[in-house]
């Protein structure tokens, strides 16, 4: 009978600290691999991905995106970027107006309404562009708040104390809802494709392909993100 006891008090025994490895075990696992702002893909969001064709969806609609054409990197389009304005470039999101302006110097480039986070906060503080992609797929949520977006275009990385580059809040364009002006994301900030496109330009790291990333040498452009978003 003793002996059963024993048994039983070391399978008890085995199983918490079984437990207890498991618990740390996740515990580390969200330390090294936070929450991001498209839940499911961030691995997927952060690379070049171009599927035309392909359909979208977003709060439980279907929804068309746009075709993305590579070769539109090397258009005349550039000029989109090309100012006599002198200084450095910072772009500023208010979060309670619901509106990005940008600034060379003192020289206002654009100022246009956005949409930031309804079903996941966009982080505010100061962060800086990191990797600039011209297509990439997004996805994420759970259940009715579940999207999963193709061809997301004109899209912005942004990281900087409190958010790792790896966790995908960025700036970009949005085919799926023309809300803009109210939060709208899961955490990134939404523009209109025509605005996206024209500070994808116009914005550090310059423009040289389907991938660009800041470095030491050429730093990406500085975001500011404040205010308190509309409830």
Not at 113 to 121: C, E, I, L, Q
Not at 157 to 168: D, L, M, T, Y
């Amino acid at each position: 009978m003793a002996r059963l006891r024993a048994k039983k008090s070391l399978f008890s025994f085995s199983l918490f600290v079984f437990l207890i490895l498991l618990l740390g075990a996740f515990v580390l696992y969200k330390t090294l691999n936070p929450v991001c702002a498209n839940t499911a893909s961030c691995k997927e969001s952060l690379s070049l991905k171009v599927e035309n064709g392909a359909e979208g969806v977003f709060e439980g609609q279907k929804v068309i995106p746009p075709s993305i054409d590579l070769t539109q990197n090397d258009s005349p389009k550039k000029v989109l970027g090309e100012s006599t304005a002198t200084g450095e470039k910072h772009i500023y999101v208010d979060l309670t107006t619901q509106t990005l302006t940008a600034y060379q110097g003192d020289t206002l480039f654009m100022q246009v309404p956005v949409s930031t986070g309804k079903w996941f906060p966009t982080p505010d503080g100061e962060f800086s562009i990191w990797e600039k992609i011209r297509s990439t797929r997004m996805a994420g949520g759970e259940g009715a708040d579940a999207y999963n977006l193709p061809n997301v275009p004109w899209v912005m990385f942004f990281s900087g104390p409190g958010v790792e580059a790896g966790r995908g809040f960025s700036l970009h364009g949005a085919y799926w809802h023309d809300n803009f002006g109210h939060p709208m994301s899961h955490g990134c900030v939404n523009m209109r494709q025509i605005d996206a496109e024209k500070l994808y330009y116009w914005a550090d790291p310059p423009m040289t392909g389907s991938v660009d990333l800041s470095s030491k040498d050429n730093p990406g452009t500085k975001i500011t993100i404040y205010g308190q978003p509309p409830i």
